[in-house]
């Protein structure tokens, strides 16, 4: 069963920009969210960004603040990573997650979501 559905991202020039998109499958309520980790190759899995469906909170890692920016669409339920200034170091697998983190400081742990997609890869070429 696949209760949220990625799609996106691919390959890009350093300085380019890139865009990724998830969409959940089921009924959001009450303090859902949905958001983005990444996991380069030899690093630890590292949150990108989260936006919480009440009052349409959004949330950023130090490393993409003001570079990506994520969105919402809710006829759909799905969300959006619009990715720009990307360099190297923003390479790596990207995973849409789903659920309802226990309040705005819980937004950036992994184990606050139930559900994760399958990986989008996102590569940024020198």
């Known amino acids: 069963q696949v209760d949220v559905l990625e799609s996106g991202g691919g390959l890009v020039q350093a300085g380019g920009s890139l865009s990724v998109s998830c969409e959940y499958l089921g009924r959001p309520f009450g303090e859902f969210a949905m958001g983005w980790f990444r996991q380069a190759p030899g690093k630890e899995r590292e949150f990108v960004a989260a936006l919480r469906w009440r009052g349409s909170t959004t949330h950023y890692s130090d490393s993409v603040r003001g570079r990506f920016t994520i969105s919402r669409d809710n006829a759909k339920n799905a969300v959006y990573l619009q990715m720009s200034r990307l360099s190297s170091e923003d390479t790596a697998v990207y995973s849409c997650?789903?659920?309802?983190?226990?309040?705005?400081?819980?937004?950036?742990?992994?184990?606050?979501?139930?559900?994760w997609g399958q990986g989008t890869q996102v590569t940024v070429s020198a």
């Open positions: 997650v789903a659920g309802w983190p226990a309040g705005i400081p819980r937004v950036r742990f992994p184990s606050e979501y139930t559900y």
